[in-house]
């Protein structure tokens, strides 16, 4: 889910900048995405900027008191999200989103007629990639492959999924 917030934060500004404004949303910009906020979710992206006010000097730089608007992102237990594979090993599976941290599927959370099947990869390398057994037949998870996931929990920034359940998984699977 989407949430516009507001955040109070002292930035460090050069006082070279001609436009403090302008000066002041460059460095939220490069600030903010990504960073994690206690109770609220991951911030995305700075969206305007309320209030400048009580610049402190220090050292040669300004430090403004900034309030401003950003888009935050929250993953809620239950939604499901299309991520992408990047590891797989004993404990589960690391998926990327392009907006998120990355989520992570424990091997509780895998169908459960499912084995870590040790395979050839590139250049004569072993890798361990999972595979579920349904009906005579072994699903595999492919790196870099498009996986379904439902969302079971959210430890600060780290997000828990699950692919043990009907339609997720794969895209391949389905």
């Excluded at 500004?13 to 910009?29: F, G, M, V, Y």
């Excluded at 939604?79 to 990327?96: H, P, R, Y």
């Amino acid at each position: 889910m989407f949430i516009e917030t507001v955040q109070t934060e002292r930035l460090q500004i050069s006082p070279n900048e001609k436009d403090i404004h302008a000066a002041i949303l460059a460095t939220l910009q490069k600030k903010v995405p990504g960073k994690t906020v206690d109770g609220i979710g991951i911030c995305l992206f700075p969206v305007c900027i309320h209030s400048v006010s009580d610049v402190e000097i220090h050292e040669g730089m300004l430090y403004p008191l900034v309030v401003y608007k950003l888009v935050t992102y929250k993953a809620l237990v239950g939604e499901v999200l299309t991520c992408t594979v990047e590891k797989q090993d004993a404990t589960g599976l690391l998926l990327s989103h392009p907006l998120l941290p990355s989520l992570f599927v424990p091997a509780s959370q895998i169908p459960p007629s499912s084995e870590l099947t040790a395979v050839s990869g590139r250049m004569g390398s072993t890798v361990d990639i999972w595979g579920w057994k349904y009906n005579d037949c072994i699903l595999y998870v492919r790196m870099g492959e498009a996986c379904k996931v439902s969302i079971i929990s959210t430890e600060g920034s780290r997000i828990y999924a699950s692919i043990n359940g009907p339609g997720l998984g794969p895209t391949s699977w389905w």
